[in-house]
């Protein structure tokens, strides 16, 4: 495949929304029902955000948090079916991992159901012990919110 023409971009206002949207359906078993306004909501509270461009067509996504020194966490990487196999999900991880908000962290971490190997290749380890996930239950609405807390009403 030439890959001449691909491009990379780190501009999170230059992502069309309803075309991450699709590519997540075409290519991202994890995030095929996510709505355009959830989108926009995760590519605002992230940085960087790099996007991969075949002419004027979304190829590629991915998008990372990070403290800019200890921990960050890589999210939704994503390739279009028909661009695989080329280098392009490497290349995407690298400039991540490169971006300034990310190359002095100290660990960085992602979670992946089926691409260990690939992400192995680029130097990724297996880590068992370290991770925990809590599932927030959805919020009912008819039950009041409870006040927080500070630190002195809690004897402290």
Not at 115 to 139: A, C, D, H, W
Request: proline residues 4%.
């Amino acid at each position: 495949m030439d890959c001449r023409h691909i491009q990379f971009s780190d501009y999170k206002s230059q992502i069309d929304l309803n075309q991450l949207q699709v590519l997540f359906q075409l290519g991202a078993f994890w995030a095929k029902d996510r709505t355009v306004e959830d989108l926009g909501i995760a590519i605002a509270n992230s940085e960087p955000v790099i996007s991969v461009w075949n002419k004027e067509q979304l190829i590629g996504f991915a998008r990372a948090t990070s403290d800019g020194i200890y921990r960050a966490t890589i999210w939704d990487v994503v390739i279009h079916p028909d661009f695989r196999g080329a280098g392009l999900g490497q290349k995407l991880v690298e400039i991540v991992l490169s971006h300034p908000r990310m190359n002095r962290v100290e660990r960085v971490y992602l979670t992946t159901t089926h691409q260990q190997s690939f992400y192995e290749r680029i130097g990724f380890e297996s880590n068992t012990s370290t991770t925990m996930v809590l599932y927030n239950k959805p919020v009912v609405s008819h039950l009041p919110t409870p006040a927080l807390q500070s630190h002195h009403d809690l004897g402290g």
